[in-house]
Structures are given as C-alpha cells and as structure tokens.
C-alpha cells in the first residue's frame, strides 16, 4: 500500500487560511470514514477494507491533526487573541469564548481520540473487535461542531484582523511544523531565484 504523505495539504503555505480551512475538510471527511467503518466493523468485521480504512484514520489524526491543532493554539489563537481589542474590539467578548471553547475541544478531542485509536490499532490488526458506536458519534460531531465555529467565528475574525506581514509569519510558522522550506517556498512566491 502506497504511503500517505500529509505533510503538504492541497493549499499553498502563502495562503495560510485557505490551508487551514481546507484541513476542516479533511477532518469533516475522516470523521464521516470512521462512522461509515463502524457500519462496515458490524458486518463485515475487521477484513481488508477495515483494516486499510482504520490505518487511513489512525494515520491522519496522529499526524495531520496534530498539527493543526498546533497551528491554532501556538500560532493562529494566540495571535488572534492579542489582535481583536485593537481590530474588532466589538467581537472580542464573543470571539474570545469561541476560542475558550476550542481550546477546550482540544482537550477532549484528545481524550475521545486515544479511545478510538486503541480500537483502530486492533482493527488494523485484523483482530475482531467492537467499535463503539457512542464513541464514534461522540468523536466525528465534537469535531463536526468545532469545524463549524472554526469555520464561521474565528475564520471572519481572522479575515478582518490579520494583514499581510501577519499571514506571512503564520504561513512560514506552518510550513516550518511539516518540515517544508519556508524560504524556497516565499522566494519562489516572489519571483527570486532560492
């Protein structure tokens, strides 16, 4: 089986939230996979097409989503934080309880996922198995819902709060956590030879 690379998503590092948003997509998608592989465990059991499918989760959210999250709590949230009293001091109260509420998704996101891993590490196995299906519901609409207030509440904060220099920093910061080169890339973004 052909390796999954997730270090490059499909939106370019010079457009920092376009590539953020496009990760929700990834996550909404993996979130439905993992529900359409509980239906799969009850009759089919732990076959091939589990066992390729429970690696294709495992694999995107111990390193894809980990990254991201990353991306919102050392870059994105932080910087968003320190921006809205100067640049949309009429959104902060309730821009700041979106983020309060994400970081927390964070948490139990983190705590729901090392259940839901163990089951796919058995799945992956070939070992039967029953993937709970309170868990999986539990998982896939936690992150459905932090998706959607990512999507609407923090990303139009983010449009009217971040500049260019601002979106430069965070899309190198983004680059350097998947290992890409920052440089060759904004070089080549601006027409100089790396």
Not at 57 to 85: N, S
């Amino acid at each position: 089986m052909a390796l999954i690379d997730f270090r490059t998503p499909a939106a370019g590092f010079d457009q920092p939230l376009e590539l953020w948003l496009a990760c929700h997509d990834r996550v909404r998608r993996m979130a439905s996979l993992l529900e359409r592989l509980h239906e799969h465990m009850q009759d089919k059991g732990a076959d091939d097409a589990a066992q390729v499918t429970a690696t294709s989760i495992r694999r995107y959210f111990d390193e894809a989503a980990p990254r991201h999250h990353e991306d919102e709590e050392i870059d994105l949230f932080p910087l968003l934080r320190r921006l809205l009293p100067q640049k949309a001091p009429a959104d902060e109260a309730k821009v700041t309880a979106a983020l309060d509420r994400l970081q927390n998704d964070h948490v139990e996101l983190s705590k729901l996922w090392q259940e839901v891993r163990t089951t796919l590490l058995t799945i992956e196995a070939g070992q039967p198995v029953l993937l709970d299906r309170g868990l999986v519901q539990r998982f896939a609409s936690t992150y459905r819902e932090h998706c959607e207030i990512e999507d609407t509440i923090v990303a139009t904060a983010l449009q009217r709060c971040l500049a260019g220099e601002d979106l430069d920093a965070l899309g190198q910061s983004m680059a350097e956590r998947r290992g890409v080169d920052w440089t060759h890339l904004h070089s080549s973004r601006n027409g100089s030879k790396p």
